[in-house]
């Protein structure tokens, strides 16, 4: 406590740099790992497509299932403990993947790979964090999120180089044992501590003060089964899984799409900056958004603005590079703030007793939805014809499937508002 005085940094803004620094090692192994995996497990195995990309497709799926009991299993462990257990599943199960000699021994590694990065996912970030902000909250939120995207920045790079120079198992491994040991340690020093131990309160106020007034005065508790009842909950699950669906299917495909007409340097340039314009409009909306502003409607601008992406890589027909740099920075924005702005509309809309069931279930079916993406919008690139003066090789339907898709999600947020007329102390 001394020692906050003293610094002058709210101990809270700490555990923001730790949460982020566990993002990173969560998206980058658990999310942007599965695709290099698969490359390098057919490589050495010769095992087909389907039976590797099916793996994936489990590894998601299992998570999924994971990340609707993180809740108990915080209660019950402590969000350390598993925060540590999850990081040594993680590691094994990748190491899992790296070693299997059979089938059913990869899909066993599927499920340690699969239930230990998400408890360092898109539910343990909100959960570690939201703690120590209310009224700060989408800021911090934004920044430590912003991990998952420097996560894909340097692993994607980096398991290929590993790989290539240490094999796949030695690369596993190796990256395994400094991502337990970073985590073990943050884990101890920052994840296991909360406001309340130290005497402390949410933003650094003085304690005992009153909290962030937040949450709308219509929110109930929906105990049990309640909260599948519950309009805004459905809208808000519904609206994160579409947003995720329609991300995870283009974005699978789109570096091939991107190649013919830019080549594979500057598509692989592309690519990152889609990324960096997902850190930006993260940022942007984290930073900016007002306290009392109704989220649901800057989750609709983020992913009008990903649409209107979507028309333009329909509209520069495979060959305008104009354009298609255009859709890679217009859908590039809004791909982070699919993920950050679904727990802050939880915020608002839900009571603090029920925010902490309804962030990891949106996650949950959101994850367990986009993990049949790839494969899908795959088959409508394979089976759809050319649309209009966009020929078929230039996969025009997958973009409107992206487009119509976002759509959805947006009519599903802007169902699912009401009118804000007072509100509560923040939960």
Same mark, same amino acid.
């Given at each position: 406590?001394?020692?906050?005085?003293?610094?002058?940094?709210?101990?809270?803004?700490?555990?923001?740099?730790?949460?982020?620094?566990?993002?990173?090692?969560?998206?980058?192994?658990?999310?942007?790992?599965?695709?290099?995996?698969?490359?390098?497990?057919?490589?050495?195995?010769?095992?087909?497509?389907?039976?590797?990309?099916?793996?994936?497709?489990?590894?998601?799926?299992?998570?999924?299932?994971?990340?609707?009991?993180?809740?108990?299993?915080?209660?019950?462990?402590?969000?350390?403990?598993?925060?540590?257990?999850?990081?040594?599943?993680?590691?094994?199960?990748?190491?899992?993947?790296?070693?299997?000699?059979?089938?059913?021994?990869?899909?066993?590694?599927?499920?340690?790979?699969?239930?230990?990065?998400?408890?360092?996912?898109?539910?343990?970030?909100?959960?570690?964090?939201?703690?120590?902000?209310?009224?700060?909250?989408?800021?911090?939120?934004?920044?430590?999120?912003?991990?998952?995207?420097?996560?894909?920045?340097?692993?994607?790079?980096?398991?290929?180089?590993?790989?290539?120079?240490?094999?796949?198992?030695?690369?596993?491994?190796?990256?395994?044992?400094?991502?337990?040991?970073? /985590?073990?340690?943050?884990?101890?020093?920052?994840?296991?501590?909360?406001?309340?131990?130290?005497?402390?309160?949410?933003?650094?106020?003085?304690?005992?003060?009153?909290?962030?007034?937040?949450?709308?005065?219509?929110?109930?508790?929906?105990?049990?089964?309640?909260?599948?009842?519950?309009?805004?909950?459905?809208?808000?699950?519904?609206?994160?899984?579409?947003?995720?669906?329609?991300?995870?299917?283009?974005?699978?495909?789109?570096?091939?799409?991107?190649?013919?007409?830019?080549?594979?340097?500057?598509?692989?340039?592309?690519?990152?900056?889609?990324?960096?314009?997902?850190?930006?409009?993260?940022?942007?909306?984290?930073?900016?958004?007002?306290?009392?502003?109704?989220?649901?409607?800057?989750?609709?601008?983020?992913?009008?603005?990903?649409?209107?992406?979507?028309?333009?890589?329909?509209?520069?027909?495979?060959?305008?590079?104009?354009?298609?740099?255009?859709?890679?920075?217009?859908?590039?924005?809004? /791909?982070?703030?699919?993920?950050?702005?679904?727990?802050?509309?939880?915020?608002?809309?839900?009571?603090?007793?029920?925010?902490?069931?309804?962030?990891?279930?949106?996650?949950?079916?959101?994850?367990?939805?986009?993990?049949?993406?790839?494969?899908?919008?795959?088959?409508?690139?394979?089976?759809?014809?050319?649309?209009?003066?966009?020929?078929?090789?230039?996969?025009?339907?997958?973009?409107?499937?992206?487009?119509?898709?976002?759509?959805?999600?947006?009519?599903?947020?802007?169902?699912?508002?009401?009118?804000?007329?007072?509100?509560?102390?923040?939960?």
């Amino acid at each position: 406590m001394q020692a906050e005085k003293t610094s002058g940094v709210f101990f809270g803004w700490r555990v923001v740099t730790a949460v982020f620094v566990l993002a990173t090692f969560g998206w980058g192994l658990g999310f942007y790992g599965p695709p290099v995996y698969l490359h390098a497990v057919r490589e050495t195995r010769g095992w087909s497509l389907a039976l590797v990309s099916t793996a994936v497709t489990v590894h998601f799926l299992f998570g999924a299932l994971v990340i609707a009991n993180l809740p108990k299993l915080y209660r019950r462990y402590g969000v350390a403990a598993v925060t540590k257990a999850g990081c040594i599943a993680l590691a094994c199960g990748i190491a899992g993947w790296a070693m299997a000699r059979e089938p059913w021994q990869l899909f066993v590694a599927t499920l340690f790979s699969g239930g230990g990065w998400v408890t360092m996912g898109a539910a343990a970030v909100n959960a570690i964090v939201s703690p120590w902000f209310a009224r700060a909250r989408p800021a911090a939120l934004a920044s430590a999120y912003n991990g998952s995207s420097v996560g894909g920045i340097i692993f994607s790079p980096l398991w290929v180089a590993a790989i290539g120079l240490l094999g796949f198992p030695g690369a596993a491994i190796a990256i395994g044992i400094v991502m337990v040991a970073t /985590i073990w340690v943050l884990a101890d020093l920052y994840y296991a501590k909360t406001p309340e131990q130290m005497g402390l309160a949410a933003d650094g106020d003085a304690p005992g003060s009153a909290a962030a007034a937040l949450t709308s005065s219509e929110a109930r508790p929906l105990p049990g089964g309640q909260l599948w009842q519950d309009r805004r909950f459905v809208t808000l699950a519904a609206g994160m899984a579409l947003g995720l669906f329609a991300q995870i299917g283009l974005l699978a495909h789109l570096f091939s799409l991107l190649v013919p007409a830019l080549g594979p340097q500057l598509a692989g340039a592309a690519a990152g900056a889609a990324t960096a314009a997902a850190i930006a409009g993260r940022t942007l909306f984290g930073w900016l958004m007002p306290a009392g502003a109704d989220r649901r409607l800057f989750a609709c601008t983020s992913y009008l603005v990903q649409v209107a992406g979507s028309i333009a890589f329909l509209i520069a027909a495979g060959n305008s590079i104009p354009l298609l740099l255009i859709g890679v920075i217009l859908f590039g924005f809004g /791909i982070g703030n699919a993920t950050s702005l679904p727990p802050l509309i939880a915020q608002t809309e839900f009571v603090k007793e029920d925010v902490i069931r309804v962030v990891p279930m949106i996650v949950a079916v959101g994850q367990g939805t986009y993990a049949f993406a790839p494969a899908t919008f795959g088959l409508i690139r394979e089976v759809a014809p050319s649309f209009a003066f966009v020929p078929a090789k230039a996969a025009p339907y997958l973009f409107i499937a992206a487009a119509a898709i976002q759509t959805a999600a947006i009519a599903s947020f802007l169902i699912g508002r009401r009118r804000q007329r007072s509100l509560a102390p923040a939960g």
